[in-house]
Every structure is written in C-alpha cells, then in structure tokens.
T-cell receptor, first 115, second 117 residues
Framework: KQEVTQIPAALSVPEGENLVLNCSFTDSAIYNLQWFRQDPGKGLTSLLLIQSSQREQTSGRLNASLDKSSGRSTLYIAASQPGDSATYLCAVKGNSGAGSYQLTFGKGTKLSVIP | NAGVMQNPRHLVRRRGQEARLRCSPMKGHSHVYWYRQLPEEGLKFMVYLQKENIIDESGMPKERFSAEFPKEGPSILRIQQVVRGDSAAYFC???????????????FGDGTRLSIL
C-alpha cells in the first residue's frame, strides 16, 4: 500500500528566503507525482506534475524534482513571498491496478512566509 | 468558469439526514474522482467513475455511501443517515478520456464542506 509522507508538517520563513519542501513515498511504481497548493477553505491548485520518466519540472519560482528509485521529491520555492503562504500537498499516482487511477496524498506542509 | 464545479460549497445536516453532493467535471472530461479530507488528515481517495460506470470504489465506506455519474448531469456523492464522523471536506476531481489516461492530471473543484450537527 502506497504511503506518502511530507516533512516538515509546518514551516515559517521570512520573506525572500529560498525554501525546500520534502515528499517521500514508499512504492516507487508510480506514473506521476503532483504538487498542489491548498489555501484555507479552498480547493486544490495544481502547481507541477512530474511524469515518472522525468527528473524535474519548473514553473516560475517553483522547481520540483523527482527521484523515483529512492522514493523522494522536493519542491523548491525561490524568493518566497507572503502570497506563497498556503498548505502544499504532494500526491502520487500508482501504475498498477486500482492505484493507477487514484492519487495518494501526503498530509501536507503548511507554509507561512513572514513579511 | 471552465473548471470543476462542486455544489453546494457548504452543507449542514443533522444526524440521520441524507447529504447529496454534486460535481460537474470540466468540459470534455468523462472521468470523475471523489476524495474526502477529514480534519487534520490528508485527502483520501473514495471512488472513481466514468459515465454510467463505477470503476474503482475501494475507498468508499461499505455502508451509507454511494456515488453515481449518469449519462446526463453531474456526478452525485450520496451519504445516507449521516453521522458526526462524516463531517469533512469532499473534493471532486476530473480528468479527460483517451490513451495514456493514467498520466493525465486530475483537476480539482473547490470542495463541499459538510458539517453534521
């Protein structure tokens, strides 16, 4: 059974700092990995999707890496801003059986960027 | 708005009542997924549907919960005889059909917050 862990659970940084969020998963048989952002009381906004054959994806100040063999992904946020404050979720999609349809989520990292 | 639409945004029910949550997928999407987010927990998969078919319901509680995605109209998640433990945020996601669908990203709605009194 796939399990996804995100460390740290919460993070507070001053504005302008670069930061890294970590995600690990127990089963390396995945199709892809997605990073989402969730604001309080809101839905999920997809930030980056990395296919299993890829090593990284970039969008603006965000860079996500994937090391499938070790079951790890990182989300790098450059020059953080107060508007980046949110909960960041990591989710993997398996490539076998029922797991190929569903996303397995971590509990998230709650990020606070202090002005 | 071309995104995944869920309604209502907030739903309050008393214990024993029924809750019906609706989800309209993005235009052109024929695959719908329901997830539940309990307080202080991550999102958990509940069910995956295509038009008129339940493909995977491995995450659905065995009793009181059901889901459908009719040929016409939105997908419905139905919870009968609700209990306090059903209080959660319920999210719907959709993805397009076609080859390699397992690599297609899922697009999420804003969720329905269900509160049981």
């Amino acid at each position: 059974k796939q399990e996804v862990t995100q460390i740290p659970a919460a993070l507070s940084v001053p504005e302008g700092e670069n930061l890294v969020l970590n995600c690990s998963f127990t089963d390396s048989a995945i199709y892809n990995l997605q990073w989402f952002r969730q604001d309080p009381g809101k839905g999920l906004t997809s930030l980056l999707l990395i296919q299993s054959s890829q090593r990284e994806q970039t969008s603006g100040r965000l860079n996500a890496s994937l090391d499938k063999s070790s079951g790890r992904s990182t989300l790098y946020i450059a020059a953080s801003q107060p508007g980046d404050s949110a909960t960041y979720l990591c989710a993997v999609k398996g490539n076998s059986g029922a797991g190929s349809y569903q996303l397995t989520f971590g509990k998230g990292t709650k990020l606070s960027v202090i002005p | 708005n071309a995104g995944v639409m869920q309604n209502p945004r907030h739903l309050v029910r008393r214990r024993g009542q029924e809750a019906r949550l609706r989800c309209s997928p993005m235009k052109g999407h024929s695959h719908v997924y329901w997830y539940r987010q309990l307080p202080e927990e991550g999102l958990k998969f509940m069910v995956y549907l295509q038009k008129e078919n339940i493909i995977d319901e491995s995450g659905m509680p065995k009793e009181r919960f059901s889901a459908e995605f009719p040929k016409e109209g939105p997908s419905i998640l139905r919870i009968q005889q609700v209990v306090r433990g059903d209080s959660a945020a319920y999210f719907c996601a959709s993805s397009p059909p076609g080859q390699g669908r397992s690599n297609q990203p899922q697009h999420f709605g804003d969720g329905t917050r269900l509160s049981i009194l």
